[in-house]
């Protein structure tokens, strides 16, 4: 997904989040939203705006300095675009299932 390198979390920094005993694990939170409209779950950004807002709040807080975020649109490979030419690969099918 065209995602930028910082909004992925490498195997070695969750082995290392999860290695410190002072930390009990990273906090993850998993997200899916009706998509929107039928070409875009969030074409406005409004859900967008909704979960950053609501993602600074939390790692404002005292409690959390770090948290992982599944949200299914922009870690799964979502369904084919036929009429634009784009498709999901096979791989990019199983990965999807």
């Given at each position: 997904q065209a995602?930028?390198?910082?909004?992925?979390?490498?195997?070695a920094d969750l082995i290392f989040a999860m290695a410190d005993p002072?930390?009990?694990?990273?906090?993850?939170?998993?997200?899916?939203?009706?998509?929107?409209t039928?070409?875009?779950?969030?074409?406005?950004g409004a859900n967008l705006s909704r979960v950053a807002k609501a993602l600074?709040?939390?790692?404002g807080s005292s409690?959390?300095?770090?948290?992982?975020?599944?949200?299914?649109?922009g870690s799964l490979h979502q369904h084919p675009d036929?009429?634009?030419g784009v498709m999901r690969t096979e791989e990019q099918n199983a990965l999807f299932k």
């Open positions: 995602m930028p390198k910082e909004a992925f979390l490498s195997l002072a930390v009990f694990g990273l906090p993850v939170a998993v997200l899916s939203c009706p998509w929107l039928t070409s875009h779950p969030d074409p406005r600074k709040a939390l790692l409690y959390i300095s770090r948290l992982g975020v599944f949200w299914d649109f036929p009429a634009n």
